[in-house]
């Protein structure tokens, strides 16, 4: 009897062990993601700042058709920059 308590406790650490070990390496990994994800998202504000320089120019601009066109990009490039600040969520089916 308490032979197969010790073999039960044995085998209960022992899964206790593998679990986290998996689970030091689901953290590691979930750390290198935020930190791609972080330089994603550097990146992508870099390269949308030029598209926002424009639009403020085009704001400026006496024609009423590119002035809304510069209101429209300014718009779409804060939205992606909203879009950027929030979490990554589960992917869309």
Known sequence: MISSVL???AGAALAI??????LLALQSE?????????I?????????????LVADR???HETPYVNRAGEVMIKTVERA???LAQPVSKPRP
């Open 17 to 22: 062990l593998i679990a986290r070990g998996r």
């Open 30 to 38: 979930l750390a290198a993601l935020k930190a791609d994800q972080s």
């Open 40 to 52: 994603l998202r550097h990146d992508i504000r870099g390269i949308l700042s030029p598209a926002l």
């Open 81 to 83: 920059a909203e879009r």
């Open 7 to 9: 073999a039960f406790a």
């Open 58 to 60: 085009l704001v400026g």
